[in-house]
C-alpha cells in the first residue's frame, strides 16, 4: 500500500483508491494528492479489507471489474470488516447493467472511465460532504 498525506487541510480527506490497473492507480494517487486529499493505494478489494482498520472514515474509489458483477456485494463485505464509508465505483462500461449492479452494490455514484479529473473531486467532495452531513443516507437507499 502507497500511503502520503497532505498537510494543507486541518481535517483528514481520505481517498482509498482500488484498481488492479497499476498506471490507473499512480494517476489518480497523483490526482488526489495534487488535490490535497491524503490518498491510499491499493491493487485489490481483497488488499483493502486486509489493511484498512475497522472504523476507518474516507471515500473509496473503486473499479469493479466487469467479471465481479455477480458477486458478492462489497458494501457487505465492508461492513462485516467495520468499515462503512461512502464508495464511487468507476467503471469502463456504460451500460444498463452496470449500472444497476453498481446501485445493487451499494456505490454511492458510478463514474465511466476515462473520467473527468474535475468530475471526480467534485464526486469525492460531494460524497464526503454527504457522508459526514448524512452518515445513513448509502443505507436509506434501500
Known amino acids: 500500500m502507497r500511503k502520503v498525506s497532505s498537510a494543507n487541510s486541518c ?4 481517498v482509498y ?5 497499476g498506471a490507473v492507480r499512480e494517476g489518480l494517487f497523483r490526482l488526489m494528492l495534487s488535490a ?10 481483497e488488499q483493502f479489507l486486509a489493511e484498512v482498520e475497522p472504523g476507518a472514515s474516507g471515500c473509496m474509489l473503486l473499479d469493479m471489474p466487469r467479471a465481479s458483477t455477480g458477486t458478492r456485494p462489497f458494501r457487505e463485505r465492508l461492513r462485516e470488516s467495520g ?3 461512502p464508495v464511487i465505483e468507476l467503471s469502463a462500461h456504460d451500460d444498463q447493467m452496470t449500472r444497476r449492479s453498481a446501485r445493487r452494490r451499494g456505490a454511492y455514484l458510478l463514474l465511466n472511465k476515462p473520467v473527468d479529473d474535475q468530475a471526480l473531486l467534485d464526486a469525492i467532495n460531494w460524497v464526503l460532504e454527504k457522508a459526514r452531513t448524512h452518515p445513513l443516507a448509502h443505507d436509506e437507499r434501500g
Do not use: S
Not at 481535517?11 to 481520505?14: A, G, H, I, L, Q
Not at 490535497?36 to 478489494?45: D, I, N
Open 17 to 21: 483508491i482500488v484498481d488492479e490497473d
Open 83 to 85: 468499515i462503512d464509508m
Open 11 to 14: 481535517e483528514t480527506r481520505v
Open 36 to 45: 490535497g486529499f491524503e490518498a491510499r493505494v491499493f491493487g485489490t478489494l
